[in-house]
């Protein structure tokens, strides 16, 4: 069964400090993205990687940064988290290709205090 | 990617097939239909998805116009366990590694 895997499913972090959200996908997939969702706003996309060590903007990074040092896992990094950031936060993955559905991890539900 | 337009809202009887239309009127000869939905606090789960003819998994069934300006999803038996969000994404066909984009998709509520 092919899995995106988040490391916490639920987080609560102190205002200022560095978080950070890890996500592994045992698929060999080149595409990996981060999406935060919140009520009434949907889901929008943070950062995404197409591959190793790369990175794009999505709609929504500032506050945030990632790293891709392997090709299987994603990490998002809030630098200083803020309340603002308390959310939910989706991991997905998808190969490069045509056609190509994408993955996702069950989410992690990050409280910032 | 092109735009979609769907119900916010619809409900269904249990064991009836739900039916949930997707708009997506301004969709280019290379974008395919994805479908998603999401469970309550869960991650989005892939449905199916097409290009021009109509498809069926395990899951669904994807009925696509044959202008491609519309699509509808098939979940011939609903039970209470598919009361989720569901969003329906035009995508182009080689974006593999371009992000699904969600709007606000249809909240099916299944009644027993």
């Known amino acids: 069964d092919v899995k995106v895997t988040q490391s916490s499913r639920y987080l609560v972090k102190r205002t200022g400090e560095k978080v950070f959200l890890e996500c592994v996908q045992d698929m060999d997939h080149e595409n990996m993205f981060w999406y935060r969702q919140d009520p009434g706003l949907g889901l929008r996309l943070i950062y995404f990687?197409?591959?190793?060590?790369?990175?794009e903007k999505g709609d929504i990074p500032e506050g945030y940064s990632v790293s891709r040092e392997k090709k299987e896992r994603f990490s998002l990094i809030l630098e200083s988290a803020s309340t603002n950031q308390t959310s939910m936060y989706l991991c997905a993955s998808s190969p490069t290709g045509y056609g190509t559905e994408a993955f996702f991890g069950q989410g992690t539900r990050l409280t910032v205090v | 990617d092109a735009k979609t337009t769907q119900p916010p809202s619809m409900d269904c009887a249990e064991g009836r097939a739900a039916n949930l239309p997707c708009n997506h009127s301004t969709i280019s000869g290379n974008e395919y239909v994805y479908w998603y939905r999401q469970i309550h606090s869960q991650g989005p789960q892939y449905i199916i998805h097409g290009l021009k003819n109509n498809e069926t998994n395990e899951m669904a069934s994807l009925i696509i116009t044959e202008d491609r300006k519309s699509s509808t999803l098939i979940l011939p038996h609903a039970t209470l366990r598919d009361t989720a969000v569901y969003y329906c994404i035009v995508r182009s066909s080689n974006s593999g590694n371009t992000p699904l984009v969600f709007g606000k998709g249809t909240r099916l509520s299944v009644i027993a």
């Open positions: 990687s197409y591959d190793v060590k790369m990175k």
